[in-house]
């Protein structure tokens, strides 16, 4: 008889339990040492049908008996089995495992084999084929794949509700920002005209800060307006060093007035699709980020350098660092860890990285942390470069 599983790990056999208990065309069920039943899948109920809860006299060959008396761990039985039923007995190709006072029964029903069950199970994401051989020439457990599996269904579940996220904003931003923003610049309009006036003198400072507020508010908007993609991206053929080097005076600017430094390290690096005010956009609130996260004297480093077929910029500050914990909930809109911050600086970035086909990426430590987007290389210009 074929084994159903070709692993003298006992290990393999618990990975499978998980596999097993959905299946309905493999039996499979655990009994302790007084035969009652522990674990089984719907396989043994729609098959052996069986209701009691105790059957060892109801297994015919190999005796119970004898199963309990074998002092042997893991394998202990590959044959065929005989199950007292009703009106007929039923036989099946079996394997016992005997482990920690349990036995486990996995029985092959109808010829179905345990790679059919793989099959049924991962025919969308495993190459299930080549799963034995492949774990057993790596060295890689099949527990170890399930668990990066795990992972990046996690990671991908996490993108698409950060995504869904930022279309709810998008969608709230073009229904009522402009609406609002309308009034509010008549607001504006009148409190510096009553401002101006001598009778109001005494109130001007007053009046300063009232327009800095709707000023505030008013960029918030603009940041609103700025996820609700209502005008398609442009993007053009262009260097990402011309467009940090145009930006870098202002950024300077910035730096010396929060007496602070900055760095731009531009390496060799080959024409991307962009546009060039989101990219601007993206730079700006980086490195601002950047600024307000690092003590006086701290420097700002920024660089463009290719790594793994990208284009990647990066933008390290000298801060403190960002918790584990509030890294992960980056760019979900309003939250932010600033006292004054609207928590949409970096919403707009992730959305202007989607917009080019971009990932940001963040590494962080009690030293300090690089921001990283990683800009994928136009076919053309990887042709390019293979033929120089």
Known sequence: MKDLINYEDFHEVMILERLLLDSKSIIYFSMDFEGNVLVFNKGYKLILGYAEKNIKDNLINPSFESLILDNKDCLIFSG?????????????????????????????????????????????????????????????????????????QERTQREI???????????????????????????????????????????????????????????????????????????????????????????EADTFTQNRQISFIPGEIPNLELDRKEISQLVLNLARNGLEAMEENGCLSVKSYVEDGLVVL????????????????????????KDNGTGLGLTTCYRIAETHNAKIRIDSSPNGTTFSILFPIPDKEQEKSACT
Do not use: W
């Open 161 to 251: 509700a950060k995504l869904d996220r930022l279309n709810l904003v998008g969608q709230l931003a073009a229904g009522i920002a402009h609406e609002i923003r309308n009034p509010m610049t008549t607001v504006r309009g009148y409190l510096q005209l009553l401002s101006d006036k001598p009778n109001y003198i005494a109130q001007k400072s007053t009046f300063e800060l009232m327009i800095s507020e709707i000023d505030r508010a008013n960029s918030i908007i603009t940041e609103f307006l700025s996820l609700a993609q209502t005008k398609q991206t442009t993007l053009k053929s262009q260097n990402l060093n011309d467009i940090i080097n145009h930006l870098y005076p202002l950024l």
């Open 80 to 152: 065929i089995t005989t199950f007292k039923k009703i009106g007929l007995n039923s036989s099946y190709s079996t394997q016992i495992y005997k482990h920690k006072e349990r036995l486990f029964f996995l029985c092959e029903y109808d010829g179905v084999e345990v790679e059919t069950l793989y099959k049924e199970m991962y025919y969308n994401s495993l190459l299930i084929n080549n799963m034995n051989r492949e774990l057993i020439k790596n060295e890689i457990s099949l527990e170890y794949t399930l668990s990066k599996a795990v992972v990046e």
């Open 314 to 337: 990066s933008i390290a500050d000298e801060g403190n660092g960002i918790s584990p914990g509030d890294i992960s909930k980056l760019g979900i809109p309003f939250f932010t860890t």
